[in-house]
């Protein structure tokens, strides 16, 4: 066998205790030939696996990766491989991103008394992988550094919200203050170019609020913490989607919380912003009108127009004033959705399997794993648990390495899977700018082709896909082992 | 001993190339293209571009890397022995640090203290320490976010460094702050295109004063000790300060003065599972883990009591200790923070508040 030969690659299966587990014993007992690469790991069932356990594996080295559990309508604890197969489905299409070939990964189910099937799977999935060969290893690549095109064309007119009716919203937020802990907005930062979240608590604090294409920052992020107290938000149209994710996901109650809403003519991207105004300088002023901003920074005069600086998600934006509001000033603007590929993703897709994984290694190298990514993400609830800082279980090897980076960076796409509404704050939160985006777009793109066009945080009462199934589903279809 | 050299705008790769024959591992910062382009310190090698530009990430890492193997163990087992083989050798090799900014070698004179000059000497550490020569670039200007004056610094302090690089027209004229970097300097071959550089100190003087020059007046702090701790039970003050940050790492990671770090354990699979190794990693004081006690229980779980260390770590704790703030105000944690939290702005509504009482 194989064995002897050296030739034998690394294959991990998890296979359910019910089912497949059985179904591979019987196979043994029934002496039925197989290949040896596959290393079984049992577990109690095929909703027990993390999609993470499988992105471990595979870049840490394993040649392949099989999940094997009941049939469908068949499991031991009734709807865990329903659960599985989506998320599973998910996995293998957002492998490719990595830059890992999504033939190295299956998922496949087998009964207890299908020894027969059990003995064909095995052997026709460890000859794809054969075919395929050993994987490249992530630390074995050359970095590669590449640049999204940002040049975008919006879907409506951009502007700089001059004449937005701030003076309407304070007024409203100051008529509401005295029920709420506190109102959370903008404030000017450091300079007149940055703003920074303002928590208004007294009429004072509301004066100091601010309107405009500076406003990046998702003030969602802040809701979870107040949790059981009554607060006010001053919302963009994407940052009340993070709100609705929060009240679909009861991370947050509708009764705790009141909505100022006000249109957005779009916020500006502060990545290519600072580029232009170069690292570490001063701003000296800031001015604006209808359609640009111009900003004067160590004497020099930069103009800044909206239609080319807004940020990646601005360009798509179709809800410029939010959906669920309780006090909004203004009409909702009549923008068409059109579906299309987000910057930083068809930069991604350009690339070869081996160029994608050149580039995250090149990326990664750059990650000092501060986290501010995952601390930005306001759909990000566990943050004070996270698997990348635990020891038991030890999930992730502190060596500061680019592979157990992006296996961080994947571990928070999997769990935003589906949750996450393209906010990107992650990414704008990240220092050193690793357009790690490209990952939660992906798995973006695949939820709304297998869920009908599923969109997180547009509908309060929808479940995220994840989070429940369908005993059929329409878009997953089983694959043939031939 | 005092060294002061001319190298010519074109002599950068030729002084490097010199460097590197000394043995020595040279870390320069390297820009890396994205559409939010960053400055890290890289191994520079024959050929490789590099920039001068004051690094999104400072050069900490030359002594305190990112995570480092304190040390590893291997068993070797036979039919009746068992070894256990342990390997604590530091891992360290001679450096320059080429291109740091005044506030990022200041970091090193921070760092210092408590790893060589306490009660126990870090041999990792001083290991790394003992063979780096610290190159820096003075300062043109200040900028929106860095405040070393405040503090006692400035765009040209040799704290820290041991050769001072001005840029002037057509070149950067070197000049030996340490023995250590003089004798860096005249050990050179002519290969490495240094000219006597006093002829031009002058202007690099000149270029110094006008950085000076640039800065805005910086406020009075040196009250910041006293105040902040005599305000170091006011939970309001420090919970309205806090009210904005994401209790990320960015703040400590990026900084040039923050030190704490973990240990871990990782055995499972290393050398064939015949092994393991002790790790150290930096860790950070605005994290909820970092208190994390065994048993569970977290004295300092609100983000304000985190916020609170951190500011009094900087300007009350470490002053108490070592005389000096552990911040040289390069500005890393307000400019790298998602929400632009302002040191500064906490130091100063310290001082004031502290007055209004
Ligand atoms: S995505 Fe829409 S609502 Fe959000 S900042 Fe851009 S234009 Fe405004
Ligand atoms: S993962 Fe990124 S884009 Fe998605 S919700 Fe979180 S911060 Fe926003
Ligand atoms: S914000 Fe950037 S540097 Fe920090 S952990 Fe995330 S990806 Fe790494
Ligand atoms: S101050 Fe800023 S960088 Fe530091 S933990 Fe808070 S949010 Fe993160
Ligand atoms: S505390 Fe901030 S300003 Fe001070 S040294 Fe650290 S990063 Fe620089």
């Known amino acids: 066998m194989p064995v002897l030969e050296g030739k034998e690659l690394r294959i991990v299966g998890f296979l359910c205790n019910w089912c497949s587990y059985g179904g591979a014993d019987a196979a043994g007992v029934g002496r039925a030939v197989q290949p040896t690469d596959l290393r079984i790991i049992r577990v109690p069932c095929s909703g027990r696996v993390d999609p993470i356990f499988i992105v471990k594996a595979l870049l840490n080295g394993a040649d392949g990766v099989l999940v094997s559990g009941c049939h469908p309508r068949d499991c031991h604890y009734s709807a865990g491989n329903f659960y599985a197969r989506r998320r599973l489905e998910v996995l293998k299409q957002f492998l490719p991103v990595l830059g890992i070939d999504e033939a190295r990964f299956e998922y496949t189910w087998v009964g207890a008394s299908e020894a027969q099937l059990w003995q064909h799977v095995v052997t026709t999935f460890t000859n794809r992988v054969h075919a395929l060969g050993k994987a490249p290893r992530f630390d074995a690549v050359e970095p590669l550094l590449k640049i999204a095109d940002m040049a975008l064309t919006a879907l409506r007119p951009l502007g700089t919200g001059k004449n937005a009716a701030l003076p309407k919203l304070k007024e409203a937020i100051k008529a509401k203050l005295p029920e709420l802990e506190c109102v959370i907005g903008w404030q000017q930062g450091y300079d007149e170019a940055r703003t920074v979240p303002l928590f208004a608590r007294t009429p004072q604090d509301v004066d ?15 809701l979870p913490t107040f949790r059981g107290k009554k607060v006010g938000i001053v919302v963009k149209g994407c940052d009340a989607r993070s709100v609705v994710e929060l ?236 | ?152 610094g400035g765009p040209s302090s040799p704290e820290g460094s041991d050769v001072l690089m001005t840029e002037i027209e057509g070149g950067l004229v070197l000049q030996s702050v340490t023995d250590k970097g003089a004798e860096l300097l005249n050990s050179m071959p002519p290969a490495a295109k240094l000219a006597d550089g006093a002829p031009v100190f002058r202007q690099a003087e000149e270029a110094r004063k006008k950085a000076w020059a640039s800065l805005l007046p910086a406020p009075d702090i040196k009250s910041a000790r006293q105040a902040i701790a005599g305000i170091f039970s006011d939970a309001n003050f420090w919970q309205e300060q806090t009210d904005r940050c994401l209790s990320c790492g960015a703040c400590t990671y990026f900084c040039p003065t923050c030190y704490c770090f973990n240990i871990t354990d990782e055995g499972d699979g290393y050398e064939g599972g015949q092994g393991g190794r002790r790790l150290r990693s930096w860790d950070n004081c605005m994290s909820s883990q970092f208190t994390r006690e065994a ?63």
């Open chain 1, 208 to 222: 100091k609020f601010v309107w405009g294409p500076f406003n990046v920052n998702n003030p969602a992020v802040y």
């Open chain 1, 247 to 482: 009240l679909q996901e009861n991370l947050i109650s509708r009764e705790d919380v009141i909505l100022f809403a006000m249109p957005c003519e779009g916020t500006l991207d502060m990545a290519r912003i600072g580029e232009k105004l170069g690292r570490y300088t001063t701003v000296d002023a800031v001015v604006c009108d209808e359609a640009s901003i111009t900003i004067t920074a160590d004497g020099k005069e930069h103009r800044f127009c909206m239609a080319d600086f807004a940020q990646g998600k601005c360009y798509g934006c179709a809800t410029p004033l939010a959906a669920l509001s309780d006090v909004s000033f203004g009409a909702p603007v009549d923008v068409k959705p059109v579906s299309a590929t987000p910057p930083e993703l068809a930069l991604l897709d350009s690339l070869s399997l081996p160029e994608r994984m050149s580039f995250w290694r090149g990326q990664m190298g750059k990650c000092l794993r501060c986290y501010a990514c995952r601390n930005a993400c306001p759909m990000c609830v566990c943050r004070d648990y996270c698997v990348s800082d635990s020891r038991d279980p030890h999930w992730m090897s502190q060596l500061a390495d680019e592979r157990e980076k992006l296996f961080f960076q994947t571990v928070h796409a999997f769990h935003l899977a589906g949750r996450c509404t393209g906010c990107g704050e992650c990414q704008r939160a990240c220092p050193v700018g690793i357009p790690i985006l490209a990952l939660r777009q992906q798995i973006g793109r695949v939820i709304e082709q297998l869920f009908e066009s599923y969109k997180a945080g547009t509908d309060p009462a929808a479940a995220p896909p994840l989070l429940t199934y369908m005993p059929q589903e329409k878009n997953i279809h089983e694959r043939g082992w031939k």
């Open chain 2, 1 to 152: 001993m005092n060294a002061i050299r001319f190298l010519p705008s074109d002599g950068l790769p030729a002084l490097l190339s010199c460097l590197v024959k000394t043995g020595r591992r040279i870390l320069a910062p390297v820009e890396k293209p994205a559409v939010k382009s960053s400055v890290v310190f890289e191994p520079w090698s024959e050929g490789k571009p590099l920039t001068l530009q004051k690094a999104t990430v400072p050069a900490k890492e030359a002594v305190l890397p990112q995570c480092e193997t304190l040390l590893s163990y291997r068993q070797t087992k036979n039919a009746d022995t068992a070894a256990l083989n342990l390997d604590d050798t530091p891992n360290a090799q001679p450096t320059v640090v080429f291109g740091a900014r005044p506030c990022d070698a200041c970091g090193y004179a921070v760092l210092d203290r408590p790893f060589l000059q306490g009660p126990f000497v870090d041999p990792y550490y001083r290991a790394r320490r003992e063979q780096l020569v610290v190159f820096t670039t003075t300062c043109g200007s200040g900028c929106a976010t860095c405040f070393c004056h405040w503090l006692g």
């Open chain 2, 295 to 357: 048993s569970g229980h977290n004295p300092r779980t609100d983000k304000a009591l985190r916020m609170r260390n951190r500011v009094s770590h900087k300007y009350s704790f470490y002053p108490e200790n070592w005389g000096a703030a552990s911040c040289s105000g390069c500005g890393r944690c307000v400019c790298n923070c998602p929400v632009y939290l302002d040191i500064r702005a906490i130091v100063l509504a310290a001082i004031k508040h502290a007055g209004d009482k």
